[in-house]
C-alpha cells in the first residue's frame, strides 16, 4: 500500500504570514497532487507536478506555490495566507492511468 | 475543464438496503477512480475501474466508456458504509462533488 504523509496535521496561521505544508511519499510515484476541500466545492486542483523540478497550475491556484524538490517530496506554500484559504489540504501520489494514493489531510485555520 | 457528475447527492437507507450511486462525465474517459470518505478523514481508494465491472466484496464498479457514465453499487448495506463516496477522472482528476450515504440501523 502506497504511503503518502502530511505535515502538519493542524495549523493555525495568521493573515498574511506563510505557511508551508509538506507532503512525503514513500512509493516512487512520478506524479503528486495538492487539493483543497471545502463544503459545497469539493475537491479541487491546486498544484500537482509530474516529476522532481517540475510544477504545474490546477484548477485554483491563485494564491498558492508549489515545490517539489525530490521523487518523494512535494510542498505547497502560502507566502501571504489569507482567511478564504482555510480548509482542509489533501496531498496525493500516483502514476499515470493507476490509483491515486492520499494522505490524512492537514486542516489550516487562517485568522 | 472536466465535468464530472454525481447522483445523487445523497442517501439514506436502512440497513441491508442496496444502494447505487452514480457518475457521469462531460468529456470521454481514460480512467477512473472511485474514494470513500469518513467525515474528516481521508480518501480511501474503492475501485480504479477506467473500463468494465469490478467487484470488492459487497461493492461493484461499472464503467461504460461509450456513455460517459460509472456507477457504484453496495449490497446489503451496513452502518459502517455510512460517508461520502466520490468519484473522479483521468488525473490530475477532477472530482465529483461527493454522494453522502447515511445508513440507519
Known sequence: EAAVTQSPRNKVAVTGGKVTLSCNQTNNHNNMYWYRQDTGHGLRLIHYSYGAGSTEKGDIPDGYKASRPSQENFSLILELATPSQTSVYFCASGDHSSALYFGAGTRLSVL | ?105
Open chain 2, 1 to 105: 475543464g472536466q465535468q464530472v457528475q454525481q447522483s445523487p447527492a445523497s442517501l439514506v437507507l436502512q440497513e441491508g438496503e442496496n444502494a447505487e450511486l452514480q457518475c457521469n462525465f462531460s468529456t470521454s474517459l481514460n480512467s477512473m477512480q472511485w474514494f470513500y470518505q469518513r467525515p474528516g478523514g481521508s480518501l480511501v481508494s474503492l475501485f480504479y475501474n477506467p473500463s468494465g465491472t469490478k467487484h470488492s466484496g459487497r461493492l461493484t464498479s461499472t464503467t461504460v466508456i461509450k456513455e460517459r457514465r460509472s456507477s457504484l453499487h453496495i449490497s446489503s448495506s451496513q452502518t459502517t458504509d455510512s460517508g461520502t463516496y466520490l468519484c473522479a477522472l483521468e488525473a490530475p482528476l477532477s472530482f465529483g462533488k461527493g454522494a453522502k450515504l447515511t445508513v440507519s440501523p
